[in-house]
């Protein structure tokens, strides 16, 4: 390979992994946004940050997959980006954990409402199935608290 080719795909290469890094920080922005949306039940401000957060990953996998051809094509190139590559791998890690957290804060809120729905209704949550054509069911307390 020329060396001039070989200059072009690792000047690609590092634009490549610089938009993926400024790609990365903005996700992690909006997973903060995320967090705070949840704390404060701003219903409004978490369709934004998970609008947001799709747009970024969509543009991430495009980017990863330049990022895996170009590296296919020059391995000196992928080489000479390791470092970079391993400082963006952390900064994915970061998102990683982030999104996990939320996740895990999406999921105790999940359980609340169900267990206050279940209040309500007078139906136990904790032993609902799904019947043959995939509707829930679940059994009922003798006497509900609220019907709707």
Do not use: F
């Amino acid at each position: 390979m020329s060396p001039n080719l070989q200059a072009e795909l690792g000047a690609a290469l590092r634009t490549v992994l610089d938009e993926m890094s400024a790609t990365t920080a903005q996700l992690i922005t909006v997973l903060d946004e995320e967090r705070e949306a949840l704390n404060s039940a701003d219903a409004k401000a978490l369709n934004r940050s998970g609008e947001a957060k799709q747009m970024l990953m969509r543009r991430l996998e495009q980017l990863d997959v330049e990022r895996l051809h170009l590296s296919s094509t020059s391995a000196e190139a992928a080489q000479q980006m390791e470092p970079t590559w391993r400082e963006l791998l952390k900064s994915l890690a970061t998102c990683r954990d982030k999104n996990q957290r939320n996740g895990a804060l999406v999921g105790q809120r999940l359980t609340q409402v169900r267990r206050a729905l279940s209040v309500l209704t007078g139906t136990d949550a904790q032993t609902t199935t799904y019947s043959q054509n995939g509707a829930v069911q679940g059994t009922h307390r003798s006497v509900p608290l609220a019907q709707a």
